[in-house]
């Protein structure tokens, strides 16, 4: 004990631990305030001002009969959550998690008319690719965080902003969650909370690539945590790209801005030679094909020689350039093309030219589909842990349609934090840390503060997206995935000794990223070993070395577990209950 | 203003465990507005990875929502990912008390 207390700073008790305050996050900690257990919700940045809500140019999937219904918006009577369901299923390529989407489109009605009861404003209705019907009930991310904001104030909900959760800690033999270490980033110091549950709301890894649409928050904290205590991880082959993001000037890179033109007007992507290259791949649907069939197309365009000098796609404004301005009228999200703001951008500024120009566009990270195995309850496979959002796997299969993640973030914020309060109302198991245990992480955590010779984290953070950029990006192939392995293998073993330049403890941007670069890796490699593993292309994996969709070998989910310390892999039947998949192997596009 | 593609960005630094008061630092960085546009983040990475990394500075949406990235670009309080930059650059903290470390105050 004595050791301990040198190295721990505080000790904090609760009941039900959220980590991440994002739109899942804020919405399991109301629902398990609202069972009255104590909750305590935590965050890496500024509470409210961080995570990926806030950037979500948020349509909120709803079956389109019921939009009709709630909010008297112009859907249609004939869809239903059946219809729902099996658009999602079909567009996630029957990798998703049956069980679990058929909750999700029930349910999600429900957890949107509560959202809009508590004041969210809906601005329209807007029709996606994928779903058949108009299903985006259309509320800005920062509008469902204001709201969020709001009725987490209501209720007596304990706040750590600035708090980095590293690790959790495990009773082995027993298999069940005591507590969690996190470091106060502003503070640079440790707190070990004790509590019956946690639920992980911690999002995605985009920012394991240089391109990403995501905020600098998400380093796969959640799902590295995750994996280290113990928990069963499935679909890590799958992150998701959104094609058409600026890539020029610096200041717009990542910027979304092409995307939501692509949604709205009409546009045509091109390759350097004035192609109009989805013909290929969608003929149908073309720019309005799926987010994953896109960014394959523009990736292989651009890998095969025929990109733009920026290595990108064009996407030719030519359409609209006329009637840009009057059409800004039917645009739902924050372009206002009038005074030429985008979001926060000033357009005249940083595309003086717009209406004449085509973009250099290219596609970025943006979304995880794969995470954390849940069961229907949110649970994970050790005890007094739970999950929600984009951290979990199951609900979106090989990809996910526009709107699922936002409901995603209610329907299942809401049952895990219910869930997690009747577990900590039935659980009398009475937190008993084991001291050395908690004394080696954090000892393992303060090195790079006290080395004074080793690699520095941010050069460390460039080889990592190096790796991921190169050889496990959109379109893979077993040689280099091969490859990555190694690199992967060599890193991890020359990141046990990041050192810092600078060594105050005091929001300490090195020490931060020391420790996500621990966390990135980790998803690396579980990303690179799983696509490795799938002999095929499904989804938002493109691999060129088998390029079809292999329905008769590959209708399964690839679960990764650490065993002893070894990533161990492991293949299962996709879960089904009432839409059977086709048994054929077709070439890699247009899935209906 | 800016001479031979190049500008100069003072920051406030302070480290209240160890500065008696905030002092300006100054960085010299090659840049021509007239060819590339960055935003003030843009600079402030810039600084970080490649002459100081001890700078203390906030960001997370970087698309102008989450408000964070709030500080004082020469004296108007903006937001660093969505203010371009156009010359020289004096860049404190949104307010003068409660510095945590150099730009990062506690609100």
């Not at chain 1, 959202?115 to 329209?124: F, Q, S, T």
Request: aromatic content about 8%.
């Amino acid at each position: 004990m004595r050791i301990i207390n040198l190295l721990i700073d505080k000790i904090f008790n609760t009941d039900v631990l959220v980590i991440g305050s994002g739109a899942t996050g804020m919405r399991a900690a109301i629902e398990a305030s609202n069972e009255g257990v104590v909750v305590t919700l935590v965050n890496k940045g500024y509470f409210g001002k961080s995570g990926s809500t806030l950037v979500a140019e948020a349509d909120i999937a709803i079956d389109s009969a019921s939009a009709v219904n709630l909010f008297n918006l112009p859907g249609s009577a004939e869809d239903n959550p059946e219809l729902f369901f099996e658009d999602i299923i079909i567009e996630g390529e029957y990798l998703n998690n049956q069980r679990l989407v058929e909750i999700h489109t029930s349910e999600a009605l429900y957890r949107l008319k509560q959202l809009v009861e508590w004041g969210a404003k809906i601005k329209k209705l807007m029709k996606s690719p994928g779903h058949r019907y108009p299903r985006g009930v259309w509320i800005s991310g920062m509008e469902i965080n204001r709201v969020l904001k709001n009725e987490v104030k209501k209720r007596n909900i304990n706040i750590f902003e600035h708090l980095m959760i590293i690790d959790l800690v495990i009773d082995g033999e027993n298999n069940q969650l005591l507590g969690a270490i996190g470091l106060n980033l502003v503070q640079g110091k440790f707190y070990l909370l004790k509590t019956k549950a946690v639920i992980l709301c911690t999002g995605g890894v985009m920012r394991l690539y240089s391109s990403t649409t995501a905020p600098e928050e998400l380093t796969g904290d959640g799902l590295a945590i995750a994996y280290r205590a113990g928990a069963e991880l499935v679909d890590m082959e799958f992150p998701m790209f959104l094609p058409y993001t600026m890539i020029s000037p610096q200041a717009l890179k990542g910027s979304i801005f092409p995307y939501d033109l692509s949604a709205y007007f009409e546009v045509e992507a091109l390759n350097v030679k004035g192609e109009r290259y989805m013909k290929k791949w969608d003929p149908e649907r073309l720019e309005k094909s799926t987010r994953d069939i896109n960014s394959v197309a523009a990736a292989i365009e651009i890998l095969e020689g025929r990109g733009t000098p920026r290595g990108g796609t064009y996407l030719s404004l030519k359409g609209i350039k006329d009637n840009l301005i009057p059409c800004s009228k039917k645009c739902l999200t924050d372009i206002q093309f009038n005074n030429w703001k985008y979001g926060g951008f000033n357009l005249k500024e940083l595309l003086p030219n717009l209406t004449e120009q085509v973009l250099e566009t290219a596609p970025a990270c943006h979304f995880w589909n794969g995470g954390i195995k849940i069961d229907e309850k949110c649970e994970t496979n050790i005890r007094g842990l739970y999950a929600a959002g984009e951290v979990t796997g199951g609900i979106h299969g090989a990809n996910r349609i526009s709107g699922n993640a936002m409901i995603e973030t209610q329907v299942w914020g809401a049952r895990s934090g219910k869930y997690a309060a009747l577990f900590a109302w039935a659980n009398k198991y009475t937190p008993k840390i084991l001291n050395r245990r908690v004394e080696e992480l954090i000892k393992k955590y303060l090195c790079p503060l006290e080395k004074k010779e080793g690699l520095n984290p941010i050069e460390v953070r460039k080889k990592i997206r190096k790796i991921a950029g190169d050889k496990v990006g959109i379109v893979r192939k077993g040689k280099l995935l091969r490859e990555a392995i190694e690199e992967i293998d060599r890193l991890k073993k020359e990141m046990q000794n990041q050192t810092l330049s600078f060594k105050v403890r005091t929001y300490n941007k090195e020490w931060i990223e020391s420790l996500q670069n621990l966390n990135l890796i980790q998803v690396l490699e579980m990303t690179t070993r799983t696509s490795l593993w799938r002999t095929e292309s499904r989804g938002a994996l493109y691999r060129t070395d088998f390029p079809k969709t292999n329905n008769k070998e590959w209708l399964k989910n690839i679960l990764i577990k650490n065993i002893k310390n070894k990533m161990s892999l492991n293949t299962k039947d996709v879960i089904i209950t009432t839409l059977t998949p086709p048994k054929t192997i077709r070439e890699y596009g247009r899935k209906r | 203003m800016s001479e031979n593609n190049k500008i100069n960005v003072r920051i406030l630094r302070f480290n209240p465990q160890k500065d008696k008061n905030p002092c300006f630092k100054n960085y010299e960085i090659k840049y021509d507005p007239k060819r590339e546009k960055l935003s003030v983040l843009n600079v402030l990475d810039y600084i970080y990875e490649n002459i100081d990394s001890s700078i203390a500075y906030y960001s997370s949406c970087r698309v102008g929502k989450c408000g964070g990235c709030s500080i004082r670009i020469n004296s108007k309080v903006k937001l660093t990912c969505t203010t371009l930059v156009k010359g020289d650059l004096i860049l404190e903290p949104i307010y003068n008390s409660n510095i945590i470390r150099d730009l990062i105050v506690e609100r």
